[in-house]
């Protein structure tokens, strides 16, 4: 990519995107020495989500997390003014890309569930899609800070566990989200 992007004055090299979520784009920076991911806020309309002040529920939403005790990147910096948060770069796959390649363990699906004892006894919910969670070293990291109240349409195992296995939801999903170069 080339191209460089300033958090609070500390310039660092974007290398790639690394994805597109409801609320930003993250990209793979680095400022030299250090891999990190660099989140751009963006405000693109998103049909089934409503947004308040989406850099201060970032922060509020790592602070719950992390009072939960989920693992999860460290928030490293925030630029309120271009709307910017720099956080840890968890190395390692998707549990996406983990599915769609037929590597997934079932210890991961018992990680994740072990996160949802905390989260619950919190009445909090999570982005359960398995391009929130990476796998490093045998862990999965939630890598998204967004979380909400408890709602039970929205658990684990009423809506996220359908995207953690070849299921019919996760095989359209690839067929409308990826393109053949992709697969």
Not at 80 to 94: L, Q, S
Request: aromatic share 14%; hydrophobic share 35%; glycine share 6%.
């Amino acid at each position: 990519m080339n191209e460089k992007m300033m958090v609070n004055e500390k310039e660092y090299e974007i290398l790639r995107l690394l994805g597109k979520g409801k609320g930003g784009y993250s990209y793979l920076a680095v400022d030299g020495t250090q891999k990190y991911v660099l989140k751009q806020i963006h405000h693109e309309p998103c049909a089934f989500y409503q947004f308040g002040n989406k850099i201060k529920a970032e922060i509020n939403d790592y602070n719950r997390l992390k009072r939960i005790g989920i693992k999860i990147p460290v928030l490293i910096d925030i630029d309120i003014e271009n709307e910017r948060i720099m956080k840890e770069y968890i190395d390692g796959p998707t549990i996406f890309e983990l599915v769609l390649q037929d590597k997934m363990l079932p210890t991961y699906v018992d990680q994740v569930q072990s996160m949802c004892m905390l989260l619950y006894a919190a009445h909090t919910n999570i982005d359960y899609f398995p391009t929130n969670f990476v796998v490093q070293n045998g862990e999965i990291y939630y890598i998204d800070f967004e979380c909400n109240e408890y709602m039970a349409e929205w658990s684990f195992e009423n809506w996220g566990i359908q995207y953690w296995s070849k299921t019919p939801e996760f095989l359209q999903y690839v067929k409308e989200h990826l393109n053949e170069s992709n697969r």
